[in-house]
């Protein structure tokens, strides 16, 4: 059983706050990846982090921002909220590079931006 | 770049009837490929992935899934569905050298009584 956890799970927030999405992993693992899922559509990926001090955007542009100062640690921020950032974040991690390694879900945020 | 088509986007199946989930790729080399269950409010689960050997591959909860080259396929299979298998079900295709891995669009599932 993985062990990634993100907080909070809920979260409804007005425009303009700055909010923190927390994702936290006691695997060791080294890549860390953050999803934005919509319903009916496929997850997009919005950063990822092959290990401390690496940060990397996806293939989806996202006004978020993400830091990796702790291996088991992955933070996802959006400076300004917007109605169009409302959608869930998943967080998750592998325990090698490359896609090959299989990755292990946190069980999601879900963020309202009135 | 790879990609992952799931052709049926809700199949509805009566409890006890047998299930199979359709999944296409598309990937120029060997792919890694993934089967995810996703309950309501949840994150994904793992359900069985295929990296080489066998073309059949038996996950957790009774699922399983065949590779089939020729076709490009990874369909999930289940010989007899329960109540608690209605979710969400995602297909996904890596490879050792890329750096994301791609994920179909979903199949709900919805089992009935």
């Given at each position: 059983e993985a062990d990634i956890y993100q907080t909070p799970r809920y979260l409804v927030i007005g425009t303009g706050k700055k909010i923190t999405l927390e994702c936290s992993q006691t695997?060791?693992?080294d890549k860390m990846y953050w999803y934005q899922q919509d319903p009916g559509m496929e997850l997009h990926l919005i950063h990822y982090s092959y290990g401390v001090n690496s940060t990397e955007k996806g293939d989806l542009s996202s006004e978020s921002t993400v830091s990796r100062i702790r291996t088991e640690h992955f933070p996802l921020t959006l400076e300004s909220a917007r109605p169009s950032h409302t959608s869930q974040y998943l967080c998750a991690s592998s325990e090698?590079?490359?896609?090959g390694g299989t990755q292990y879900f946190g069980p999601g945020t879900r963020l309202l931006v009135l | 770049a790879q990609s992952v088509t799931q052709p049926d986007i809700h199949i509805t199946v009566s409890e006890g009837a047998s299930l199979e989930l359709r999944c296409n790729y598309s990937y120029g080399a060997t792919p890694y490929l993934f089967w995810y269950v996703q309950s309501p409010g949840q994150g994904l689960q793992l359900l069985l992935k295929y990296?080489?050997?066998?073309?059949l591959v038996q996950g957790i909860k009774g699922f399983e899934a065949e590779f089939k080259r020729s076709q490009s396929s990874f369909n999930l299979r289940k010989p007899s569905v329960h109540w608690s298998d209605a979710a969400e079900y995602f297909c996904a295709v890596g490879s050792l050298n890329n750096n994301d891995m791609r994920f179909g669009a979903g199949t709900r599932l919805t089992v009935k009584p």
């Open positions: 695997m060791g693992h090698r590079q490359g896609a | 990296f080489s050997g066998d073309t």
